[in-house]
């Protein structure tokens, strides 16, 4: 029943998104966005070029001692393919040839003693180290600061790919951090098992970003973000190994557990992690409804997240978004944990579809008789707060197209078309506020800079106190479209503080909010958290630029 | 509906639990246990006298200046009703007449900024800062060392008593630390609104000390643990403020909340607490349900707690905590989140109760429609697994005396009776061993001081992974009770490290765990603590020796 588990494990292939077998039909509306530009679809990075490696020959031969000549690489097609993450400015960077940001080397470790003597290695050294499973950040989380080290290696997990344990009593599962998302899936359904973690990055990322990052699935509302699921974790850092997750909750001093997620490799490596596991559910419906306006449809959702019960999926998409939805369903509106949301289709003349309301998408997922009991109460609720049922087909629509967006990325790149995505979330008291300010933010950004953009957001995350809001924009190339963006994002940055709102909802921070990070969580606790660093990672060589 | 808010607001009399006009009546059955003692109810604590102050005078005046002359005191009597709390060692200590922990000086700051510059002036004077609420930890946690320190304040918080603000829209509210949980809750229900936050320390606990210990209520299925609560905090720290809870959940960086929920002081002193709140329930009910063994009952639990619906309030009590409870309901196998347990009533010839099997206890709370749908599904579950209803008597009949069980500590210990509680968490897989060996290890060490003890059990709070176990001990006077209990509590602490279970559930580490907790959380994870530590309160003065 879980497609799911039918997407295939790919090696993706930097700057273009997913299966390289698979490539999407730009929509043929986009062009308009993009006016009589030729389609480029830049430089081929397999001819990139790069610098000599920084790291000394006696390092290379040492780590290649520790892991075997065969897992470590400084050929430059490798290093290119290691270089910075998913954000639309990385692609573009790659796109124009440049991979300055390459590391020197790319380690593949075998096993958690491996990577703690890396680190070690590493530590006395003055090497950074960059954890890499998917290497889909949209933040900066991959290109760390060189300032003080003497190289950088990639530390690319892809052989820490087993599931540990099973514990169907307890359900909880251990896997190792290299694991990516559909193959972790299809390992623990052959048991029955699933995690119901789906961000739209899943046919990328893999288990150890997904914790480093604090990722949250598309099926959140049901199954919880990465950051409730995990019941343990192991950290490699240059000083040696911490374990964590002794018991489900404890009393046990602070949760130990929830400084390591979100920690985006400053402290160490995650190298494996226990997650809370669900039984593959056995029965899927997911449903389409209208509301008249996007305050509308939030109250609605806030009253299930506060009243329940809570669908397995919940979103709500504002009227663009809608529009884009219901005539594209595959292309449009879908959310990115990793890469950027592409939910445009230059179906610009949309934006006043304001007759086609505000969708919500509520899917249920699990027993039949449970998903009933649940489906009948949401209904009710969705009815009574002025909802109008749209039938299963929007939904079951929104359900099979939900991994398509990032593919639509590339060839919106090609055709002059900026598209990116950016998050954030705040408390429901403030979430009206939030969204004019940041909406506000981009448009007058981009058009100042003489290309008016399409700002798309949905809700797709939603608890007892707040909502995350997501925004697409999508504007034709200005003369310097990095530019071009680099001002919008800080437009955008600023009114998300402004507003009380925190500078992310699961993309993290790496480099790309680290100030507004740091805004947000104060100097003293600022302090802390080096101060965590210094202690852990004493040379720092973990990741260096990255949160703090 | 809500009787929790019924109860006054007293100030408890120390070595004595609760409100000083309400004394429990001693079962009768517990004179077996005690022989033929003579009841003795120990030192009148008003008659101890203490050594003078250690605090310089010019500190004292300096700080009277800050807080005004009213709101600081060095009084015998004030001292000693701030001296340690509510373990059972602690309670015998003060009966003795022993004070010789007592603070120096008892100071009631009446606000955040108050709260502040007296931790800078005892960190330039490097004073020991033991921050106070309910005073009713039961693991050494109000107990600092002095060595390093030239004397100990305790800041009573007794005067930041407010509901800051009311966040109805995202249901929040935000109390200050002060706040004793009655009061809180009848502050909030004059708006309609309840934090669902009943530990068995509810009479004399505030909102501080929940925070910084992470508290778990007898509700904690519906409402969740006190930690789950807490959308944002304000922590007052010698180097100043640290503001944390921007959203609800977020990727910025680690969930700093959950490094301060927990700390017991060490960090800082927190000051108030922005927390997620729910209507007051309109509907409740209490069902009971007996299970052939605990194996069995904990089946059930597990399955309620993987599949759902939970409960309100779920609880299962052995075959001899079952026996008592049946028999006395107000007096047996309630649960304590600050003082101990004191479910016995000597009668423990109702050991070998086995006929009346275990008790289950399914409490819904909510609104009409929601409590009868949970109702309906979890019963059916229950019914399913073996469970026999035993209808609302037994349930209601625990729900109205679960505040009662503290208050028979006092003339169990008057008769000579050895009462004390002691509270773990574990993964569902390592449960059965946990309950055994934490079982046996108390038996045996109480055994081989001459004193076989009767050993209870019960599982109080619940989730998806595993589950508390929470024992209560019973045993006669031996000839030092407090070297008794010692031995008892040191072989129950090996063996619950030694399967693999968590130090405390809900009790927190204090001085009592702290070794222990150490092991649980290894050496490196211990130097990250430390280096917090430092960074926020470099002289070392909030509250040093608890934890860390």
Redesign the interface.
């Known amino acids: 029943m879980s497609d799911e588990t039918a997407i295939p494990v790919v090696q993706m292939r930097r700057p273009r998104w997913g299966d390289p077998a698979r490539t999407a039909e730009l929509p043929g509306a986009a062009a308009a966005l993009a006016g009589d530009r030729q389609a480029d679809a830049g430089v081929d990075p397999a001819t990139i070029t790069l610098a000599r490696p920084a790291v000394d020959v006696d390092v290379r031969e040492q780590i290649s001692e520790l892991v075997g000549p065969d897992n470590v690489s400084d050929a430059d097609v490798v290093r290119v393919q290691h270089t910075r993450g998913y954000s639309t400015p990385d692609i573009l960077r790659l796109r124009a040839g440049d991979a300055d940001d390459a590391p020197d080397l790319v380690v593949y470790p075998g096993d958690h003693d491996e990577v703690v003597a890396i680190l070690r290695l590493c530590s006395e050294r003055r090497i950074a180290v960059v954890p890499f499973t998917g290497g889909t950040s949209v933040v900066g989380g991959l290109t760390p600061d060189r300032a003080g080290v003497a190289g950088v290696i990639s530390l690319d997990l892809r052989r820490l790919d087993r599931v540990v344990e099973i ?1 169907e ?4 599962a251990t896997l190792e951090a290299g694991l990516r998302g559909p193959a972790a899936e299809a390992l623990l359904r052959e048991k029955g098992w699933t995690i119901g973690h789906f961000p739209q990055s899943y046919e990328g990322a893999g288990i150890g970003g997904y914790a480093a ?4 699935g598309q099926s959140s509302a049901g199954y919880g ?1 990465f ?1 409730e699921m995990v ?1 343990g974790l192991v950290l490699a ?1 240059p ?6 997750g ?11 557990r ?7 490799g400053v ?1 160490g490596v995650i190298t494996s992690v226990q997650l ?1 596991i669900r039984p593959v559910p056995t029965t899927r419906v997911f449903d389409a409804w209208r509301f008249a306006s996007f305050a509308d449809g939030a109250t609605a959702l ?1 009253r299930l997240a ?3 019960p809570l669908p397995t999926v919940l979103r709500l998409s504002d009227e663009v978004e809608t529009a884009l939805n219901l005539a594209d369903p595959a292309g449009a509106g879908s959310e990115a944990s990793g890469p950027s949301d592409t939910g445009a289709g230059g179906e610009g003349e949309a934006g006043d579809g304001g007759s086609a309301g505000c969708l919500v998408v509520a899917g249920y997922e699990g ?1 039949a008789d ?1 998903v009933a ?1 649940r489906r009948d ?1 949401a209904s009710a609720l969705l009815t009574d707060v002025g909802g109008s049922a749209l039938g299963d087909g929007p939904g079951e629509a929104w359900r099979t197209g939900r991994f398509a967006g990032p593919y639509l990325r590339d060839p919106l790149l090609d055709a002059g078309v900026l598209v990116e995505t950016l998050e ?7 979430l009206h506020e939030v969204r004019t300010a940041v909406t506000a933010a981009l448009t007058d950004s981009l058009t100042a800079s003489g290309t008016p953009p399409l700002v798309m957001c949905h809700i797709s ?1 939603v ?4 909502a995350s809001l997501y925004f697409t924009v999508v504007a034709p190339f200005g003369d310097d479209p990095l530019e071009q963006w680099a001002a919008a994002k800080t437009a955008a940055n600023t009114a998300i503080r402004a507003s ?10 790496g480099r790309d ?1 680290r100030d507004a ?1 740091h805004d ?3 100097p ?2 600022l ?6 660093k ?3 990672d004493p040379a720092g060589v973990c990741n260096p630029g990255i ?2």
Request: aromatic share 6%; net charge negative; proline share 2%.
């Open positions: 514990d009593i307890s359900r909880m990052t604090r990722s949250a973000r950051d019941e850092t000083r040696g190994t911490i374990e964590l002794t018991a489900p909750r404890s009393a046990a001093g602070p949760d130990l929830q400084l390591v997620l979100g920690s985006e402290f809370r806030r506060q009243d329940g027993g449970e009991r109460a954030t979330v705040a408390f429901w008291s403030r995350h608890y007892e106190s707040g009380g709102a925190s500078i992310t909802h699961h993309h993290a921070v909010h990070y947000e969580i104060g003293l606790a302090d802390a958290l080096r101060a965590v210094a202690s852990l949160l703090i």
